[in-house]
Each structure stands twice: as C-alpha cells, then as structure tokens.
C-alpha cells in the first residue's frame, strides 16, 4: 500500500514510499527504513496518503530502534508491527494494494510514436507532422516526469526526420509543377 509520495519540491516528484509485508520501500529503489521515512518527512519533502500515517511510520521507527539484537545483530529497522497501517476510515481504493508497476511512457509519447510508424505503412505527410506535435511534448513530459522517455526520443527523431523530408519532397514537387 502507499504509505507517502514524494511533493514536487525534489528530483524524485510523485515517487510513492510503500509498506508490504512489513517493509517500508521507495518506488525504484529498494527497501527504507522507517527512520529514514521521517527525515524525509522533517525536510518537507512527503505528502501522506491519508492521516494518522505519519504517527504510525514514527510508531514503527521506535520499535524498530527499541528491537533487542540477536548476536550482535540488529532487528531490521525498516520493519513495522504485524497490526498495520491505522484505517482511513474508509474502504481504501484498490490503488493502495496494488502491486508496484514500472513506470510507463506518457500515452501522448506512444501515439507520436504510433504514428511514426504509421506514417511508413501509410506514407503521408500529415501523419508525420501531427507525429511531431505529439511526440515533442510527450518527450519533455517523460523528462520532466522521469518516466522512461525512449519510445518518446525515437518517434521524435522518426517524426522530425520523416517531416523534414516531406517538407523537401513537397518543395522539389512545387518547383517541378512550376517550371515545367
């Protein structure tokens, strides 16, 4: 379940720290600890899912930290009670059981490069230019967002080049028409 996401204020922006099976995780990145939860929290940089999360996270950092060791090993710290997150007072969304997806590109990044493609099975030009428009601002969300972005690069890159030369082929056609 989503425990917190990261605000827009850090490189990670929309990130979800998550809580399965008594671990706490960052989305990308790997198991955290409760502790270091809450210092991002102290530094502004989490929005909770709902509240009463915040105070459980510090509950399960002070266990964590209170957990006898065994030969000289510690209890790991990311770990939290068997209880659980406290409700919401609600029936929480499916969204908070879901298992972690990998991010995907911006839908507007997947049409530039659809009709990329289609623009070879269908050789018009037009395709290619609403390809462009699609894929440049898809591009720059997948960067500005930190999703994957390549298959935004290779329709933008087909999509210029493609328009590029329909621009050249539709001159030398105009100067052909009107010198002949």
């Known amino acids: 379940m989503i425990v917190a996401r ?88 499916a969204q908070y059981f879901a298992v972690d997806q990998p991010p995907s590109p911006p839908g507007i990044a997947v049409a530039g490069f659809v009709l990329a493609i289609a623009g070879f099975i269908f050789p018009v030009g037009v395709l290619w230019w609403v390809g462009l428009g699609l894929s440049w601002p898809g591009y720059a969300q997948a960067v500005r967002e930190q999703l994957p972005s390549g298959l935004a690069l290779a329709g933008l890159i087909i999509n210029a080049v493609m328009t590029g030369l329909s621009v050249v082929f539709l001159l030398v056609l105009i100067a052909v028409v009107a010198f002949s």
């Open 6 to 93: 990261f605000t827009s204020a850090t490189g990670w922006a929309g990130k979800a720290i998550t809580y399965d099976n008594g671990l706490f995780a960052l989305q990308g990145y790997g198991q955290l600890a409760a502790e270091d939860v809450l210092q991002y929290d102290q530094q502004g940089q989490l929005a909770w899912e709902y509240d009463g999360l915040r105070e459980w996270v510090a509950q399960a950092a002070a266990r964590a930290t209170s957990a006898p060791t065994a030969g000289g090993i510690s209890a790991q710290s990311g770990s939290a009670d068997a209880t659980g997150p406290p409700s919401c007072g609600y029936a929480a969304p």
